[in-house]
């Protein structure tokens, strides 16, 4: 499984909700508005989310942001409708489609706060999850954390180059705004040796929990996960381990964890360990069927792949 810190997910034709499902799922639901924080504009935005209007039976989406202080209020799902580029009331053959059999639908929703202010959040389903907490998950996401405090605490994670672990005196700012959370993040960890959680708090406000982990050296770093609710295969270290591992992968060879350890990559070597080793590309060029190029470090380093295996690399100076 590749480890990615942005939230990706793969649909099955069968899987893809369609909206009427979405609309089952989020209507009149009450949620905590989450997303992400810019400090990139001239006030702190949640870009996650955008004013809206009602205009007849449809609202209109200014796609501006909203002020950061809305993030963590609640709110109340009013609609879900189709985003304004995605509706469409005849297919190729001159049928008639319905709205609610639109499959896998790019989507407007939209929600009330308290003081009656409309919101609105737009993209396809797995993204929706990043705006959208259910008050009803958050809850169950609580409970199943400090049910399991005494049963987490003492045991292992594990850091790939991927990971995102803080300075101990990290502020939840620090851990989830943007840019801060890149320029605060620790560079140099030690990759795929155990890190000891001894503190596991959920942060309501925050509907998402941060472990505090002792490392190696025995000094500590802290880290934050509130996406809990996409894992819910996972046992609850794994839900709560975020973008560390909660074990070594067994398919992981000696070599391969070898060539990690030292961020370097190795001959053989799968696709999902080099992520673990220099993390996600700054570009994937693809040279032909199967082959890519990966560009890494300012294009100081290329990497080659033959069908998702490393197959050479080169380092450049510049």
């Known amino acids: ?22 609309r089952a799922k989020y209507l009149n639901q009450t949620i905590i508005v989450s997303g992400t924080v810019s400090h990139s504009q001239r006030q702190p935005a949640l870009v996650d989310w955008s004013p809206a ?6 609202y209109r989406v200014d796609l501006s942001g909203v002020p950061a202080g809305i993030k963590g209020n609640s709110a109340k799902i009013i609609a879900v409708q189709l985003h304004r580029a995605s509706r469409t009331t005849v297919n190729a053959l001159g049928e008639m489609v319905a709205d609610d059999n639109t499959a896998d639908p790019y989507v407007d929703v939209i929600a009330r706060l308290p003081d009656g202010q409309l919101i609105a959040t737009s993209g396809y389903a797995f993204l929706l999850e990043v705006a959208i907490k259910l008050v009803t998950d958050q809850i169950k996401e609580q409970v199943d ?18 990971s995102r672990l803080y300075p101990p005196d990290s502020s939840l700012e620090d851990m989830t705004d943007l840019p801060t959370r890149d320029r605060m993040r620790l560079g140099t960890l030690p990759l795929l040796e155990p890190l000891e959680i001894v503190t596991v708090r959920y942060i309501e406000q925050a509907s998402g929990v941060v472990l ?38 067994s398919d992981l060879t000696s070599r391969e964890i070898e060539a990690i350890k030292h961020r370097s990559p ?8 080099l992520h673990y080793a220099l993390g996600l590309p700054e570009k994937d060029n693809l040279v032909s069927e199967g082959n890519h190029q990966l560009v890494y470090y300012g294009g100081r380093v290329y990497v080659y792949l033959d069908h998702d295996r490393v197959t050479d690399w080169q380092t450049v100076d510049r």
Not at 53 to 58: E, F, N, P, V
Not at 217 to 235: I, K, M
């Open 266 to 273: 190795v001959k053989g070597m799968s696709v999902d360990a």
């Open 212 to 249: 505090k982990l002792r490392l190696p050296d025995g000094s500590y770093a802290l880290t934050f996960n509130d996406r809990l609710a996409e894992q819910d295969g996972l046992d609850i270290l794994g839900r709560v381990a975020g973008t560390l591992l909660a074990s070594i992968p």
């Open 145 to 162: 954390v400090e049910k399991a405090i005494p049963a987490i605490t003492g045991k292992k994670l594990y850091a790939v180059e991927l």
């Open 53 to 58: 209007k009602a205009t007849g039976s449809i």
């Open 1 to 22: 499984m590749v480890l990615v810190p942005v939230l990706l997910a793969v649909y099955t034709q069968a899987d893809k909700p369609t909206l009427n499902d979405l």
